[in-house]
């Protein structure tokens, strides 16, 4: 009887082994999204100017200049001229809320404008139901660049 105890006992501990490291939230999408201490970073440039925000119903799709796929949530952005993979924090100058992104995509191509977010970084910042707002947009010096 003692046997059969031990023998569940140690049943057990292996499941929880197995399936303890299947419960870790890992992504491979929100780990660049959420690099640590991005207010430390140098900035290399600042851009002022107007952000618009677009998704996949307005890219017509999900493809973007970089080959990832466009996901509305995903806090990426488009830029007309910054290397794609390069790192930006957008500050809505109205209300003062920020966010750091990752150029995956080319655009806005529309006059006046200097940044093109997606639809969840305009959530995020508050614009969205706006549809344009006054940015700053500040290049940062990642480690990685």
């Not at 299947?22 to 100017?49: H, L």
């Not at 957008?90 to 977010?117: C, L, Q």
Request: net charge positive; glycine share 8%; with cysteine.
């Amino acid at each position: 009887m003692n046997l059969t105890r031990n023998l569940k006992s140690v049943a057990l501990a292996i499941a929880g082994v197995i399936l303890f490291p299947s419960c870790a939230a890992t992504s491979s999408a929100t780990a660049k999204a959420n690099i640590k201490f991005p207010e430390f970073w140098p900035v290399k440039s600042v851009q002022n100017g107007k952000a618009s925000w677009y998704s996949i119903k307005t890219n017509f799709g999900t493809r973007t200049a970089s080959g990832q796929r466009l996901s509305n949530k995903a806090a990426t952005a488009a830029h007309k001229t910054l290397p794609l993979g390069s790192t930006v924090r957008v500050t809505n100058v109205a209300n003062g809320k920020a966010e750091v992104v990752t150029i995956t995509d080319r655009g806005p191509y529309i006059r006046g404008r200097i940044i093109d977010v997606t639809v969840g970084v305009a959530e995020r910042l508050g614009f969205a139901s706006r549809g344009v707002v006054p940015v700053k947009v500040e290049v940062l010096a990642t480690p990685a660049s």
